[in-house]
């Protein structure tokens, strides 16, 4: 009977019509037999309403429309009934008076109707009409009908049984067993034919069927859901009589879809107490489970669902000795056995299914275990064992690896990076993914010290979050070591010849995206030892230069900066000056120029810096400085001495650059500003002459030897200007070697303005600020040296007031500030000397192009006229005025500049004008004179 094969789903469609407008018609007439009063008719309709049912046309899908139409109309027929009980007809009348209908299906559903009523009066012991009621549905076999007919009886029946405390409960009327044997014998039944609703219709439609049986599977869970609200229902009674019975009815039904959803059913239908005194019981069931039966699921979710109930319990919503009960009756080991045994009697379980289980293993264990780092450790070492076998990439199952990818990201959220860096088993599971997957979860476990703070539970120490900061940082070099092997794929291309994902098969975007990563995390790898952070430098060097030159050319520049920040910390003893003039130095000091080099370009329509060079710096940028404060104060006391020296450490720097001078990972530039920026620390920080002078050597050589064109060798001549300028520790041998060096190579530039422009920055080589003269004020200085802009006014007070240098403090180690006013007047004159150069090429040719000559008589002129306002020796009004008369004279003579020098010109004699007449310079500015205004 159950393999009958159903008609075609337009036939179906007809004969659900059919039967909806019978039950319809009947209904209708039952009714008008109610409000007649005639018993007779009513019950005659009612029949034939109800025989609709008896159809096994219909699939469990169409077939539940159905029901749901007659449902509704037996509320009109049970109100009838408690009428006729008013009128002194009893319910037992009518419970045998319905017993008269022809066909066993309306028969059944009648009697339930009255028989419910019968329960609710009182008139009858519960327990016998229940037992009576169930016993009867057994005359209905079909899947499809006996299932809905017992669903109507279970819900009618709600309310009604003989729990303990309810009114139905009493010696005659029964007791709390009562009410467990009629919902178990229920669910027995109804079990049996949700499992006989499969052999239905033809084998071709097998995967509708499931899914029909998926929708009505509610059905049968109705009886547990109802057992699991029963007020008497005690944790003895459920571990001696319901789990048995469940779990026996669960295991004998040998049906997949019906094991999985009555496990399911059962964990998440009862109380927790309950699974937690009968564990080992339902652990021990799982390997009778059809191979089919997703045990994975079952586990993960009594797994979650007792992890639950720990954390509930430690936040005191629940009893807080739950987590003692799961401690002493160790439900981990439990857990872990259970997954053994079920992967032992399934050899073709899926990898997918065995890691899911041991994924939810792993997150029990950090919601109960939060602090106990071993128990992570046992699964994944269980995990191993079970997948090593399969090699990379886990045999090409692609689900399977997804995953483990899961279960490699539980300890990170649970734990933070400290744990997983101290996990002994973490890193053999990682190789068991392909090279793109791994790298993959390093770029999630990057982002996991970049982004967030580590937990407050960790193990050991040696990552931390710096003290109000929400920075986490890895200061031992065990874990450094650790956290390199774990992100291998980000610095190392793969170990396996020709596997995908390698930085041959990266454009430059994504690989630059990737290394900015690894290049922030650099500066989260610092130690408040020195000489452990020097040796976690070291490693780190040496995993970088392993990676190739492409991924260099964006890491070595932040490791640098990373050097530098631990030499601010060796030479802060040894240095007076404020640290926080120290740390703007590897910026700031660019900005000596910057106003010249940007004008530069402005006029000749060029960018200076490239768009790479931008990306590079940004990634170069030091951890916030909260950080670095926190980690000073639990540096080590001042006595204790570290063996690293900054000699030492500048070494070790001036070594590093090095890849970046030519070659694949060439970046000459940003090499030529890191060996710039270390020459300086070496100069003003360390006090190391010899190394200085090696690192502005190098900076000098590449510039002559490696920078590709004009406009990016001026730019780095106004950085090596600039930087020199600051550098004290030079002797005077040293200095006159660079500074020869540095005018030749203005010399050696192309454009005669550009000359002009840079010998005019080279001349405040000879004129350095005063130890006590404010930032400003030097600052200005170098400016000016290009643009000529700018306060004059105040750079005026700052060198008036540092004129009496016999005061001025110098510190050890330091030579005092060159002010060579000779030199200063003779680079000038040289550069006035190239400016007439230019105007006799413009003589010569004639070209419109070739005016801008005005333009470096303008240079020379601001220079001269921010060191006539610093008081430099030999620059006096006669020269300031004989170059503003060339200029006036040649505009007069009709040369036409281009725009911007006409706005500087004029902008220059705004300047006089305005100038002169304040009190403090009016004796100087006003013996200048200046042209009249037409």
């Not at 439990?334 to 399934?346: D, L, M, V």
């Not at 450790?377 to 990439?393: K, M, N, Q």
């Not at 408040?528 to 020097?534: E, G, N, Q, V, Y």
């Not at 330091?814 to 105007?839: C, E, F, M, S, W």
Request: charged share 25%; net charge negative.
């Amino acid at each position: 009977m159950d393999n009958v094969a159903f008609p075609s789903a337009d036939e179906q469609q007809r004969i659900l019509n059919d039967a909806s407008t019978a039950i319809k018609r009947s209904a209708f007439l039952m009714r008008k037999a109610i409000e007649d009063d005639n018993m007779r008719d009513s019950l005659k309709h009612a029949a034939g309403m109800l025989a609709e049912l008896r159809t096994s046309q219909l699939q469990p899908q169409k077939y539940y429309e159905l029901y749901m139409l007659v449902f509704d109309q037996l509320a009109h027929l049970e109100a009838f009934f408690s009428d006729e009980r008013g009128k002194g007809r009893s319910y037992a009348e009518l419970y045998e008076l319905v017993q008269h209908a022809g066909n066993v299906l309306p028969r059944l559903y009648l009697m339930v109707a009255v028989g419910c009523l019968y329960i609710k009066s009182h008139e009858a012991s519960p327990r016998d009409v229940l037992k009576d009621l169930v016993e009867m549905c057994k005359g209905v076999q079909h899947p499809t009908r006996g299932l809905f007919l017992r669903a109507y009886l279970c819900q009618r029946a709600k309310g009604l049984l003989p729990d303990t405390g309810s009114q139905y409960e009493g010696p005659g009327s029964g007791s709390i067993q009562d009410a467990l044997d009629f919902l178990m014998t229920n669910f027995i039944e109804m079990n049996k034919l949700w499992v006989r609703l499969q052999h239905q219709g033809s084998a071709r439609d097998k995967e509708k069927r499931e899914r029909e049986r998926q929708q009505l599977q509610d059905l049968v869970g109705k009886n547990l859901t109802y057992l699991s609200q029963l007020d008497g229902l005690g944790f003895e009674l459920y571990r001696d009589q319901v789990l048995p019975r469940v779990l026996d009815q669960i295991t004998s039904c040998r049906d997949d879809l019906a094991q999985l959803y009555l496990m399911q059913a059962l964990i998440q239908g009862f109380p927790d107490r309950f699974h937690l005194g009968t564990l080992e019981t339902l652990l021990g069931v799982l390997p009778q489970l059809q191979p089919g039966v997703k045990i994975h699921s079952v586990m993960a979710a009594l797994m979650d669902r007792l992890a639950k109930y720990a954390a509930s319990a430690a936040s005191g919503s629940n009893d807080p000795r739950v987590l003692e009960e799961l401690a002493a009756i160790d439900a981990f080991s439990k857990f872990k056995e259970a997954i053994a045994r079920i992967i032992a009697s399934q050899p073709n379980l899926a990898a997918a299914d065995a890691v899911e289980m041991y994924t939810a293993l792993l997150s029990y264990a950090g919601s109960v275990h939060p602090g106990v780092l071993s128990f992570v450790d046992e699964v994944l070492a269980a995990a191993h064992s079970t997948l090593g076998d399969r090699g990379r990439g886990l045999g090409g199952d692609a689900r399977a690896e997804r995953q483990l990818m899961a279960l490699l990201t539980v300890p990170l959220n649970k734990y933070g990076v400290s744990a997983c860096l101290e996990l002994k088993e973490y890193p053999p599971l990682t190789r068991l993914l392909r090279y793109v997957m791994h790298k993959e979860l390093a770029v999630k476990l990057v982002h996991k010290v970049l982004d967030t703070v580590a937990p407050s539970a960790k193990s050991g120490n040696g990552a931390s979050p710096a003290a109000g900061s929400g920075v986490t940082l890895i200061s031992t070099v065990d874990k450094v070591s650790s956290l390199f092997r774990f992100i291998a794929p980000l610095v190392a291309d793969p170990d396996v010849p020709g596997e995908a994902g390698g930085v041959a098969e990266m454009d430059d975007e994504d690989l630059d995206e990737e290394q900015v990563l690894v290049a922030r995390l650099l500066h989260r790898l610092r130690s408040p030892d020195p000489d452990t952070h020097f040796a976690i430098l070291k490693i780190a060097q040496h995993q970088l230069l392993a990676g190739g030159p492409r991924r260099l050319r964006t890491t070595l520049p932040a490791l640098v900066f990373c050097g530098l920040e631990l030499h601010r910390k060796l030479a802060r003893p040894l240095a007076r000056a404020p640290a926080a003039e120290a740390a703007g130095k590897d910026k700031g000091v660019e900005e000596t120029i910057g106003k010249g080099r940007d004008e530069a370009a402005a006029q000749d329509g060029e960018g200076v810096a490239t768009a790479a060079d931008g990306e590079v710096m940004e990634a170069e940028a030091p951890a916030p400085a909260a950080s670095v404060a926190a980690m000073e104060q639990s540096a080590p006391a001042a006595d204790t001495k570290p063996a690293v020296s900054c000699e030492e450490l500048l070494q070790f720097l001036l070594a590093g650059i090095e890849p970046l001078y030519g070659g694949p990972a060439g970046q000459p530039v940003v090499a030529a500003r890191l060996l710039l920026a270390c020459g300086y620390i070496a100069s003003e920080e360390a006090h190391l002459e010899l190394l200085s002078y090696t690192f502005f050597e190098e900076a000098l050589t590449l510039y002559d030897e490696a920078l590709p064109d004009q406009r990016t060798r001026a730019t780095a001549l106004y950085d090596i200007i600039g930087y020199l300028q600051r550098c004290r520790v030079f002797g005077p041998e040293a200095r006159d070697s660079l500074t020869s060096a540095v005018t030749s190579a203005c010399m050696r530039l192309l454009s005669r303005r550009e000359q002009c422009r840079a010998l005019c920055a080279a001349a405040f080589l000879w004129w350095q600020p005063l130890p006590g003269a404010s930032s400003l004020a030097g600052r200005s200085d170098g400016e000016k040296a290009a643009t000529g802009g700018g306060d004059r006014g105040s750079a005026d007070q700052g060198e008036a007031g540092g004129q009496k240098e016999a005061a001025a403090e110098v510190q050890p180690g330091l030579y005092p500030p060159v002010r060579d006013g000779d030199k200063v007047v003779a680079i000038l004159q040289r550069a006035t000397k190239v400016a007439t150069q230019a105007k006799a090429q413009y003589g010569a040719t004639g070209r419109v192009r070739d005016a801008s000559y005005l333009g470096a008589y303008l240079e020379v002129l601001d220079s001269m006229m921010r060191f006539w306002d610093s008081e430099v020796p030999g620059v006096d009004t006669t020269k300031v005025q004989d170059l503003i008369d060339k200029v006036q004279a040649d505009l007069a003579a009709g040369v036409q500049p281009d725009t911007a020098t006409a706005r500087r010109w004029q902008s220059t004699l705004s300047y006089i004008t305005t100038t002169a007449q304040q009190p403090h310079a009016k004796e100087r500015y006003g013996k200048l004179k200046l042209p009249q205004a037409t």
